[in-house]
T-cell receptor, first 113, second 115 residues
Framework: AQSVTQLDSHVSVSEGTPVLLRCNYSSSYSPSLFWYVQHPNKGLQLLLKYTSAATLVKGINGFEAEFKKSETSFHLTKPSAHMSDAAEYFCVVSPYNFNKFYFGSGTKLNVKP | DTGVSQDPRHKITKRGQNVTFRCDPISEHNRLYWYRQTLGQGPEFLTYFQNEAQLEKSRLLSDRFSAERPKGSFSTLEIQRTEQGDSAMYLC?????????????FGQGTRLTVV
């Protein structure tokens, strides 16, 4: 069985400070993991993906995530938040056959000036 | 490559009416997914096609819901006898079953309001 837990429903940071959005997953197999971002009235956009290659994954807009199998975590980070990063972020897991994608409940990131 | 296209973008319907949504995936993507997203929640899986075959259906997909992908290209999602609880954003996504391209590309969704 697959599932995703996003540990924070809301995160608020000041512009220029680091961002940490936490995600834990449960998977019966070696999973593929993704982070998607959803801006208001926009579609879901892929930020980055882990598919059993390097454990530190770099994505768009300066975001990174590290796959830690021992901790079953895939936390999303960014060194310095920008106002345009304010959005909702979803951690997603997919089993080996990609027959579905399991979404977490989302984390809303607020960036204060 | 114009991305995943969904039509209509918004639909308001009266309770009890039938509605149909269309999804055009990225060309040559053989996998197609339907999801439902309600306010404050992450998208929930509804169903999955590989080519024209519907391979997975969620228990969320009641008998009032039916999805088709007749020629392995576009897909339709029909909801019969709509209920207020069906109000949500319906998302379509597509992907290709190659090892290198595993992520799903999402459309902007169809927002359904049942009044």
């Amino acid at each position: 069985a697959q599932s995703v837990t996003q540990l924070d429903s809301h995160v608020s940071v000041s512009e220029g400070t680091p961002v940490l959005l936490r995600c834990n997953y449960s998977s019966s197999y070696s999973p593929s993991l993704f982070w998607y971002v959803q801006h208001p009235n926009k579609g879901l956009q892929l930020l980055l993906k882990y598919t059993s290659a390097a454990t530190l994954v770099k994505g768009i807009n300066g975001f990174e995530a590290e796959f830690k199998k021992s901790e079953t975590s895939f936390h999303l980070t960014k060194p310095s938040a920008h106002m345009s990063d304010a959005a909702e972020y979803f951690c997603v897991v997919s089993p080996y056959n990609f027959n579905k994608f399991y979404f977490g409940s989302g984390t809303k990131l607020n960036v204060k000036p | 490559d114009t991305g995943v296209s969904q039509d209509p973008r918004h639909k308001i319907t009266k309770r009890g009416q039938n509605v149909t949504f269309r999804c055009d995936p990225i060309s040559e993507h053989n996998r197609l997914y339907w999801y439902r997203q309600t306010l404050g929640q992450g998208p929930e899986f509804l169903t999955y096609f590989q080519n024209e075959a519907q391979l997975e259906k969620s228990r969320l997909l009641s008998d009032r819901f039916s999805a088709e992908r007749p020629k392995g290209s576009f897909s339709t999602l029909e909801i019969q006898r709509t209920e207020q609880g069906d109000s949500a954003m319906y998302l379509c996504a597509s992907s290709h079953s190659s090892r290198m391209n595993t992520e799903a590309f999402f459309g902007q969704g169809t927002r359904l309001t049942v009044v």
